[in-house]
Antibody, heavy 122, light 111 residues
Framework: EVQLVESGGGLVQPGRSLRLSCTAS????????MSWVRQAPGKGLEWVGF??????????EYAASVKGRFTISRDDSKSIAYLQMNSLKTEDTAVYYC?????????????WGQGTLVTVSS | QSVLTQPPSASGTPGQRVTISCSGS????????VNWYQQLPGTAPKLLIY???QRPSGVPDRFSGSKSGTSASLAISGLQSEDEADYYC????????????FGGGTKLTVL
């Protein structure tokens, strides 16, 4: 059974940093791209960024709203994806979801974690 | 302001058929496939429709998707109370908006 479990959320002051983890199980982690999607309280979904599998270079892409502040990385030996968030702003307050991106043909987010809440406030 | 446009709300009575629209542009829906996600209250989103009209295993055939030009639609037939949820469309975007863009979401109420 595919499982994605996020951790690392919490309350952080503006300007500080936080690192989220996404621990995967039930599939060959290294074969898939992994994305982060966030949802501000009472709002819709916003794609944050993804990291490709090593077979596709392990490269990353980010939404304009987080580019230069957020960094996604992966440790395939541990089946973990990370989201390093620096220079946090109050508008980064959201539930952060880790998703698996299946690109067998077309691409889509086929599995989602339960999410972890990040609150940026002084 | 979301790149893909959805109506904020929709409603229907049990047994009815409802549709939810998703409007985009040539850089997203016009040139890439559309996926739909269902988010039940208090839970994480779940893949509902992929590649415009494909259902993952376990999704009832009451749910169907279609795409034409730069718009897509999600149809739910035989509406049930457990279908009350938020629905989001998403697509790959070839412009600076992307790569991934979502609709603002549609809250479906079963009356």
């Amino acid at each position: 059974e595919v499982q994605l479990v996020e951790s690392g959320g919490g309350l952080v002051q503006p300007g500080r940093s936080l690192r989220l983890s996404c621990t995967a199980s039930g599939f060959t982690f290294g074969d898939y791209a992994m994305s982060w999607v966030r949802q501000a309280p009472g709002k819709g979904l916003e794609w944050v960024g993804f990291i490709r599998s090593k077979a596709y270079g392990g490269t990353t892409e980010y939404a304009a709203s987080v580019k230069g502040r957020f960094t996604i990385s992966r440790d395939d030996s541990k089946s973990i994806a990370y989201l390093q968030m620096n220079s946090l702003k109050t508008e980064d307050t959201a539930v952060y979801y880790c998703t698996r991106e299946d690109c067998g043909g077309d691409c889509y987010f086929d599995y989602w974690g339960q999410g972890t809440l990040v609150t940026v406030s002084s | 302001q979301s790149v893909l446009t959805q109506p904020p709300s929709a409603s229907g009575t049990p047994g009815q058929r409802v549709t939810i629209s998703c409007s985009g542009s040539s850089s997203n829906i016009g040139s890439n496939t559309v996926n739909w996600y269902q988010q039940l209250p208090g839970t994480a989103p779940k893949l509902l429709i992929y590649s415009n009209n494909q259902r993952p295993s376990g999704v009832p055939d009451r749910f169907s998707g279609s795409k034409s030009g730069t718009s897509a639609s999600l149809a739910i037939s035989g509406l049930q109370s457990e279908d009350e949820a938020d629905y989001y469309c998403a697509a790959w975007d070839d412009s600076l908006n992307g790569p991934w863009v979502f609709g603002g979401g549609t809250k479906l109420t079963v009356l």
